[in-house]
């Protein structure tokens, strides 16, 4: 009895991470399909399932083009960090990056940063999708400043580093970024297909058969 209370309780609290993370949850380990993924990418992946970056605050840098399955790699990753009893929290860089303005305007910047060191990684989804503003990203750089060797950050981008400073609007901000990032870190590179072209042209071989 006392085991299936301990598994009652672990089973909450996994589910209790999985909401406050606001992963995308679809995007599991199980769904993805990893034959897609190049070997190196397949045991990156399986290499981070364990957690130990985590304790070193190492950061996990994806990059790829459009529909090759950044966010899905990043969701299924931390869907398993949480069932492991680890903290993840999710945002959209966009909104990320809007949070952090609207905190900044209330003087409130000081306190979002501490809410934000009470998870063990932060995942940023699509840097580099939506050109921001200068002000937009010295909040994002003052973020990952705020993070660095104390927490760990998994990013997404379908930018390599030689188009960053398109982002970040300065090369020295730029530079000091990419220190930042890569001091500590795992790079993954989904050199593939889109999932999402392959899907469409499927479906299009599908309807001209029948």
Known sequence: MAERECQARRGRRVERLLRESRLP????????????LP???VQQVRALLDGTFLDRCENVLVFGNPGSGKTHVLSAI???LIRSGRRVYFRDCGLMVQDLLAAKRDLKLSRLFKTLSRYEVLVLDDLGYVQQSREEMEVLFSLL???YERGSVMLSSNLAFSGWESIFKDAMMTA?????????????ELNVPSYRAEQAKKARQTTATA
């Open 145 to 147: 400043a705020e993070r």
């Open 39 to 41: 070997p190196k990418v």
């Open 78 to 80: 931390s869907q398993e």
């Open 176 to 188: 000091a970024a990419i220190d930042r990032l890569v001091h500590h870190c795992v790079i993954v």
């Open 25 to 36: 949850l679809a995007k599991t380990l199980e769904a993805m399909d990893l034959k897609r």
